[in-house]
């Protein structure tokens, strides 16, 4: 099993940036790929990046650009820089782990932190 605990959430200004930080904890072996999406009130899920153990990064349009994951091996930790924030990126962020085939489908990693909030104000 992997266990996962997010921090560096909180509320920033329209054009703020927040990192957020991912450290993983278990059987680390397992993960092939990490991730970070959000889930808005009202609003269906969003993968919005992933990075996989070679370096290969993906990110969901809204956010190329001004967010960037990357990772420190050594701590087992991925974060989330994210840069130029907007109130549409308001949301809970959650880091997750896994082995899916698609690394920018949320529902195909196994392993999911509890979440951090993410407050972007106009």
């Known amino acids: 099993q992997v266990q996962l605990a997010e921090s560096g959430g909180g509320l920033v200004q329209a054009g703020g940036s927040l990192r957020l930080s991912c450290a993983a904890s278990?059987?680390?072996?397992?993960?092939?790929?990490m991730g970070w999406y959000r889930q808005a009130p009202g609003k269906q899920r969003e993968q919005v990046a992933a990075?996989?153990?070679?370096?290969?990064?993906h990110y969901l349009d809204s956010v190329s650009g001004r967010f960037t994951i990357s990772t420190d091996n050594a701590k087992n930790t991925w974060y989330l820089q994210m840069n130029s924030l907007k109130p549409e990126d308001t949301a809970i962020y959650y880091c997750?782990?896994?082995?899916?085939?698609?690394?920018?489908?949320?529902?195909?990693?196994?392993?999911w932190g509890q979440g951090t909030q993410v407050t972007v104000s106009s």
């Open positions: 997750i782990a896994g082995y899916p085939m698609n690394p920018m489908s949320p529902l195909e990693y196994s392993y």
């Open positions: 278990g059987s680390i072996h397992l993960i092939v790929t």
């Open positions: 990075i996989t153990t070679r370096g290969t990064t």
